[in-house]
């Protein structure tokens, strides 16, 4: 089955400083990745999402980019604020598995003003 | 549009007890899905409903743990007897439709502390 790693476990970096989150994954079948925002007593909330035809994608401040080779793919949030500062979680979904999303570790990013 | 709902938020029990959980998706929804969260990890898939039919129960200790989504709107997570390494997070999710790329909207979820 599928298995995601992401790293770094937390993250801290000054506001307006970016930063970078990033994630492996194991099966080459798995096609589409999404990212998670996870804020303090609340579930998690969909930033951002790839596709696995695509190699980048850019929302605003946010962007992922996806290397299907490498099997790897990464956030990129720049100009940070401190309402950025939560929990983030990468997610790979199996093609044959319907939507069943496997999450990695989550990565806590902290802005400090 | 209204979000996923969950009740209770929070609920402490004793091990051996039993607990139950409420999920009320979004409207239209067909797909739902419970998901085990525990500190500092990543969601974990513990079943999936298409409707009111399980789809994926793979990850679901059956053995304590059941679910069920009648007439394919609220569905129920129950625990019995609870261990203490059941004390987790738990979420609940919806999709419209079930399949990759089809965004899942997540509800508050409910702490479960286990004693």
């Known amino acids: 089955g599928e298995n995601v790693e992401q790293h770094p476990s937390t993250l801290s970096v000054q506001e307006g400083d970016s930063a970078v989150i990033k994630c492996t994954y194991s099966?080459?079948?798995?096609?589409?990745f999404p990212w998670y925002k996870q804020e303090l007593g609340k579930g998690p909330q969909l930033i951002i999402d790839i596709r696995s035809n695509v190699g980048e994608k850019k929302d605003q401040r946010i962007a992922v980019t996806l290397n299907k080779t490498a099997k790897h793919f990464s956030l990129h949030i720049t100009e940070t604020q401190p309402e950025d500062s939560a929990v983030y979680f990468c997610?790979?979904?199996?093609?044959?598995?319907?939507?069943?999303?496997?999450f990695g570790q989550g990565t806590e990013l902290s802005v400090k003003p | 549009e209204a979000g996923v709902a969950q009740s209770p938020r929070y609920k402490i029990i004793e091990k051996r007890q039993s607990v139950a959980f409420w999920c009320n998706p979004i409207s239209g929804h067909a797909t739902l899905y419970w998901y085990q969260q525990i500190l500092g990890q990543g969601p974990k898939l513990l079943i999936q409903f298409q409707n009111n039919g399980v789809v994926d129960d793979s990850q679901l200790p059956k053995d304590r743990f059941s679910a069920e989504r009648l007439k394919g709107v609220d569905s129920t997570l129950k625990i019995q007897p609870a261990k203490l390494e059941d004390s987790a997070v738990y979420l609940c999710?919806?999709?419209?439709?079930?399949?990759?790329?089809?965004?899942?909207?997540f509800g508050p979820g409910t702490r479960l502390t286990v004693t």
């Open positions: 999710a919806s999709s419209y439709r079930r399949a990759p790329g089809a965004e899942q909207y």
């Open positions: 099966d080459s079948a798995s096609n589409y």
């Open positions: 997610a790979a979904s199996e093609y044959n598995q319907g939507g069943k999303l496997i």
